[in-house]
T-cell receptor
Framework: AQSVAQPEDQVNVAEGNPLTVKCTYSVSGNPYLFWYVQYPNRGLQFLLKYITGDNLVKGSYGFEAEFNKSQTSFHLKKPSALVSDSALYFCAVWGANAGKSTFGDGTTLTVKP | ETGVTQSPTHLIKTRGQQVTLRCSSQSGHNTVSWYQQALGQGPQFIFQYYREEENGRGNFPPRFSGLQFPNYSSELNVNALELDDSALYLC????????????FGDGTRLSIL
């Protein structure tokens, strides 16, 4: 069965500092990996995806993610955090065998001024 | 382009009742997925519809059923409601293909008393 783990429930960073939100996954075959962000009382918004190719993927709002096959990780990063980045972040994997997307339980990012 | 819209935004039901939730897909999208998001958890896949046929199902009992219409809008029906069905129900549409990002509505908050 495929799974996603987001080991940190909460990440706190100061504005202007780099941020990392961690994600590891387990899936049969090649993974399709996604990051989404959720603001309070809203649905999820797509940030970026990895399908194949370059291990560093660039997405919306200055976010990027690094795919590491050997570590089965897909960590979300941003060089300089903004207070407005504070939100709930979800990592998701789609696997061909399961034929569905599996989401992690989310990481709450808080950026303090 | 019009985004994904869900109705109603909030709903209160009692145990044993039945409920129908509605979703209008983003224009150009022919695939709809439904998710259940309990408080503090990530979205859990319920099922997906493509061209009016169920195209994958998660670990939800048969009392969770759905429909997709020719205009790609969709309904989620839940019979014999239980207290544990209280959650945010999210609809997501996408273009055909597993590597396509999903576009989410803002959800329907269902409370079971």
């Amino acid at each position: 069965a495929q799974s996603v783990a987001q080991p940190e429930d909460q990440v706190n960073v100061a504005e202007g500092n780099p941020l990392t939100v961690k994600c590891t996954y387990s899936v049969s075959g090649n993974p399709y990996l996604f990051w989404y962000v959720q603001y309070p009382n809203r649905g999820l918004q797509f940030l970026l995806k990895y399908i194949t190719g370059d291990n560093l993927v660039k997405g919306s709002y200055g976010f990027e993610a690094e795919f590491n096959k050997s570590q089965t990780s897909f960590h979300l990063k941003k060089p300089s955090a903004l207070v407005s980045d504070s939100a709930l972040y979800f990592c998701a994997v789609w696997g061909a065998n399961a034929g569905k997307s599996t989401f992690g339980d989310g990481t709450t990012l808080t950026v303090k001024p | 382009e019009t985004g994904v819209t869900q109705s109603p935004t909030h709903l209160i039901k009692t145990r044993g009742q039945q409920v129908t939730l509605r979703c209008s897909s983003q224009s150009g999208h022919n695939t709809v997925s439904w998710y259940q998001q309990a408080l503090g958890q990530g979205p859990q896949f319920i099922f997906q519809y493509y061209r009016e046929e169920e195209n994958g199902r998660g670990n939800f009992p048969p009392r969770f059923s759905g429909l997709q219409f020719p205009n790609y809008s969709s309904e989620l029906n839940v019979n014999a409601l239980e207290l544990d069905d209280s959650a945010l129900y999210l609809c997501a549409s996408s273009r055909q293909g597993s590597n396509q990002p999903q576009h989410f509505g803002d959800g329907t908050r269902l409370s079971i008393l």
